[in-house]
DNA sequence: CGCGATTTTGAGCACCTTCAATCCGTGTGG
DNA sequence: CCACACGGATTGAAGGTGCTCAAAATCGCG
């Protein structure tokens, strides 16, 4: 079967192998899993809100994000999504209470809903792994939940930042120091932190300003780390958000 | 041994013995997972925020909630925990990044965490229903998030009533129609939608003014369900909140 | 009855929003 | 090669939602 020989050999390649849930996939349960390579472009949607899907995506390459829409057209970002993640997989859910769009070009591995509950059901390992992943995104959105609503708009582009530049970091430790990749517009910034693109532009001027950040061309300097932690209201020692954001 | 003891009689009396976590468990789970009684009174501490704890929870009476401090006092609650809920398991995580703490009077099975993840290691399905229960939190919390960050204060209110009613109604659907017990302060709501409690109060007495709502006494009356629902900016047709809402 | 917690109400202020215009980098077509 | 269009970033000015500070009223409870 095609599929499987792509599992095989695609696999060999894929950066993101040794991570999350393919780090507990046997050849068997890899060629179970009846995985597809796909690839799709920026703003690709890899399912909507409110409507079915029986694709589970993981992701090899590109930056994609979770949002929800309301009626007249107001957007939250509820989670940013890198690679080596794994989105779309809703047990026990038909229709997701959000979407899921590609801010770049990505590439990705597509298995079959009912494949992965299958396996699971049959791999206590698998199942805890996919636990171990949803208590972990339940905990980061705990945190953004409590920057949205208690953290003033500085607050909470320094914790944005932050929490990004270790999910990046923890992939790629050999990267360097304090810069950051970022394919985000300040649209999507804004939507992910519950504020207006105008006030996160300025918001962000300031950082520069204060000599904590840099930016342009999609690309932050983090030029004062203790400083975007001492703004963020985070202690890297001992605080409570800082468990989240190291591990 | 006493706590099996516990296990057999007291799980015939538990009123959430058919729900969640406890639906899966056979007689030889049970006794393996040293389940134990406690009672603990308002405003007690499940567990702390940054402190590692090694027990597991399924509340069987009461209410409690998750939240998370700043170092400067401002308190965010980022879930509320009913009856039959599974708080306190954070798999892979030594200290939360929340704290949980009871609202008004509580009855709870103590589990011991490396007993818990022993009979998830061992049975494919309790691993299965705990990524379901973390699957269903995290959209409860994108849910919550997107209220925070996109709607204004009395759409905040008017959801987050939706969303508990919803919740004691699916696990009482014999209970009075629209009617909903909150042990809950203002301030309560007011730390869960990012709020001051001033701003909640005056929110909610124009809610009891335009007669969506009543309340008092820790009461609280849905008068106009369909006006609810509308301020709520929720579609209980097809609203992709809906979803979350009703499962 | 008296105390503390909670709710309620008032007035002024601030952070952030809204509306609007301009600037800039990039890609496209003439 | 330049004009043009387009998305995104930037800046300005005015206004509003929700906050802060403060005090009074009400409730729960010993």
Known sequence: MRQEAFAAAGCAACP??????C???SVDDRSLLHIAP????????????????DEVFRIREGWAFLYELLEDGRRQIVQF???????GFHPEVTAPSFGAQAVNSMELCVI???????????????????????????????DRLTSVGRKTAIERIASLLLELFYRLRRRAPEAPGEMLKLPLTQTHIADALGLTPVHTNRTLALLR?????DYGNGLFHILAPAKLFAIAGIDPGSGAEAATLFH
Not at 16 to 21: D, I, K, S, T, Y
Not at 81 to 86: H, I, K, M, S
Not at 209 to 213: A, E, H, L, S
Request: aromatic residues 8%.
């Open 23 to 25: 780090r507990h996939l």
């Open 81 to 87: 999504v890198l690679p080596g993640d794994l989105v």
């Open 112 to 142: 079959p809903r009912l494949r992965l509950v299958e396996v699971a059901h049959r791999r206590p390992n698998i199942a805890y792994q996919l636990a171990c992943m949803f208590s972990h995104d339940e905990a980061r959105a705990y």
């Open 16 to 21: 993101v192998r040794a991570e999350g849930l």
């Open 209 to 213: 300003q204060k000599g904590v950040i």
């Open 38 to 53: 796909r690839h799709v472009g920026p703003g690709s949607d890899l399912f909507y809100q409110g409507e079915p899907s």
